[in-house]
């Protein structure tokens, strides 16, 4: 069980930022033995591709702290956070270690591989989903300022909870669980108040006085 809490912290983590946790399996796999990957992910260790996601993250880094971009970066990004998510929850349940650990049920995701990459996908994309439907609200509250800052909180949360997943499983999908409920939440207030607003200039117009911005 503790490997497929893993998969699905991670999956959710690569929901936020899809290199971050997949440089953090790829960096403790190959300079310690916290993780031990199975033959098939061993590219995650390899130091070209270890180098690779790092300058690819440091672009994601820069592009998604600006107003705009932000949200076209989140549209390509529709892609990859999921790909990122099925991949480090197929890796996690797939390591022989984590397998011998949840007896029947890594015997399921071992001989059904498909399952976890599944699992993983749809985890990173429900967490993408909404990082990526309160941006553009949140840009537009606040003129884009408020960018930088849930770009940077994202990045936090997403290494925070890539480290807490591996070595906490169980604390790790509470966050994640945290997570969708704040950002649901943030959305659901975000759209009442636009709502409002928008109702307040119909009124306001029709009676021949729109409101001052």
């Known amino acids: ?17 899809a290199y971050i946790p ?18 098939q992910f061993a590219w995650m260790e390899n ?11 440091a672009a994601e880094i820069v592009l998604d702290k600006v107003p705009l971009v932000d949200s076209l970066n989140d549209t390509v990004m529709t892609f990859v956070r999921p790909a990122a998510g099925g991949a480090v929850m197929a ?27 599944v699992i993983g996908i749809v985890t990173a994309l429900t967490v993408h989903g909404t990082k990526s439907a309160i941006r553009p609200i949140a840009n537009a509250g606040t003129l884009g300022t408020a960018a930088p800052v ?18 906490a499983p169980l604390l790790g999908i509470i966050l994640v669980v945290i ?4 950002t649901t939440r943030l959305i659901v207030r975000a759209r009442r108040r636009k709502g409002r607003e928008g109702r307040a200039w119909t009124v306001r117009f029709a009676r021949g006085n729109p409101p001052e911005r």
């Open 1 to 17: 069980m503790l490997a497929f809490l893993t998969g699905l912290g991670l999956a959710g983590a690569a929901g936020l930022n």
């Open 22 to 39: 997949i440089l953090v399996v790829g960096v403790l796999a190959r300079y310690g033995d916290v993780v031990v990957l199975p033959s």
């Open 47 to 57: 130091g070209w591709a270890l180098t690779a996601l790092a300058v690819l993250l």
């Open 91 to 117: 890796a996690s349940t797939a390591a022989e270690k984590i397998d011998a650990s949840i007896g029947t049920g890594a015997s399921l995701l071992h001989d059904q591989p498909w399952i976890g990459w």
């Open 150 to 167: 849930l770009s940077t909180t994202e990045d936090v949360f997403s290494l925070g909870l890539s480290v807490v997943a591996i070595l």
């Open 179 to 182: 997570l969708l409920a704040v």
